[in-house]
């Protein structure tokens, strides 16, 4: 009689991104040196032909994999799962894997290929998208550097980091314009990139029955205030977040249709799309989330002690708030 093996839990991925400056590396070597018992798996991507980033890792025990022929973001993604395959077939199992793209990075296409390789996807879960912020000199580069509005679009955790440098006041505004472009991330202070290990490690940012979160965050942004060292000009974001909140039944096929439309045709603008709904005649919630135009859904935990609803939210470029809630309408039962 042939003894099965148990079926390996999938290794969880974080992508670990943020413009510039803003304390990627300095959160890196917290994580590795931190006691948390994980082997961790980091891989760097340097931009340019000169390594710099690899040698201000510090020393560990961790396997650290270099990329520096381009942007992980655009010409090299063939690169990263070839070091991603490489690291499955490895004897030694390691427990978490970290993407460190470059500060000019968009974490877009990273997150799609954990969507697109279905041969990764049987194996490693993303677990979600960490993004460290500069508090100090974001408001310099929010308006003019769309990459900038990008990594904070697609995080499920924002480190808002250097607050030392910055007032109370000036801080509350700039959680309030963060808000604005991300309506469900969420948002630790922190100096030095000091922030516990259990606030970006094992979030669960996609996983498809963690959606509590999204039930109780409310959809409905801060408002956007000034930011220190940002002029007017810089305070229209082209970047946003539109979220949609509605109790009643969808007809399925509709919802199904008006989705799948809609990330076809504006799936290029639509950075990240999450939600949970309310199905006529399913028992359960349909819970779903997407990245540009790829989509993936699925039942969730059952609605238990809450009462079935609709909750959706868009995270985008110039996205049309009434044209989506309209949109939305139509797939009512």
Same mark, same amino acid.
């Given at each position: 009689?042939? @003894? =099965?093996?148990?079926?390996? *839990? ?5 992508? =670990?991104?943020?413009?510039? !400056? ?14 948390? !018992?994980?082997?961790?798996? %980091? ?20 396997? %650290? ?10 010409? %090299? ?23 460190? @793209?470059?500060?000019? *990075?968009?974490? !877009? ?59 109370? #006041?000036?801080?509350? #505004? +700039? ?5 604005? =472009? ?10 030095? *990139?000091?922030?516990?290990? #259990? ?19 409310? =959809? ?18 082209? %970047? ?54 790829? +989509?993936? !859904? ?31 309408? @139509?797939?009512?039962?």
């Amino acid at each position: 009689m042939t @003894t =099965l093996e148990p079926e390996l *839990a999938k290794v969880p991925v974080t992508v =670990l991104t943020g413009f510039l !400056g803003s304390g990627k590396t300095t959160l890196l070597n917290r994580i590795l040196t931190e006691q948390h !018992g994980l082997k961790i798996a %980091v891989i760097e991507n340097e931009y340019g032909e000169i390594s710099i980033d690899h040698d201000l890792v510090v020393e560990t025990d961790e396997e %650290v994999f270099e990329m520096n022929n381009g942007c992980i973001c655009c010409s %090299v993604r063939g690169d990263l799962i070839r070091i991603l395959g490489q690291i499955l077939r490895r004897k030694q199992r390691f427990d978490h894997i970290l993407i460190e @793209t470059t500060g000019l *990075a968009d974490p !877009g296409p990273v997150i799609q290929t954990f969507f697109m390789d279905q041969e990764l996807a049987g194996q490693l879960q993303l677990d979600g998208v960490v993004t460290v912020v500069d508090a100090k000199h974001v408001g310099l580069h929010l308006g003019e550097a769309p990459e900038v509005q990008e990594q904070i679009a697609f995080a499920d955790v924002i480190v808002l980091n250097k607050t030392d440098l910055v007032d109370e #006041a000036d801080l509350d #505004a +700039l959680e309030g314009r963060i808000g604005g =472009l991300n309506a469900v991330a969420t948002v630790h202070r922190a100096q030095n *990139a000091e922030i516990p290990i #259990a606030e970006v490690l094992g979030i669960g940012g996609y996983d498809l029955q963690r959606h509590d979160a999204l039930v109780d965050r409310p =959809l409905v942004p801060a408002p956007t205030g000034e930011l220190p060292m940002a002029s007017p000009a810089r305070h229209d974001d082209a %970047v946003g977040s539109v979220g949609i909140a509605t109790d009643g039944e969808l007809d399925a096929e509709r919802f199904h249709e008006w989705l799948s439309t809609l990330l076809q045709e504006q799936g290029e603008d639509i950075f990240r799309s999450k939600g949970i709904v309310n199905l006529q005649g399913e028992e359960d919630p349909w819970v779903f989330q997407g990245v540009h135009m790829l +989509l993936s !859904g699925e039942h969730g935990r059952p609605w238990g002690a809450a009462p079935p609803t609709n909750r959706l939210v868009f995270i985008g470029r110039n996205l049309d708030r009434a044209g989506l809630e309209a949109g939305f309408r @139509t797939c009512l039962a």
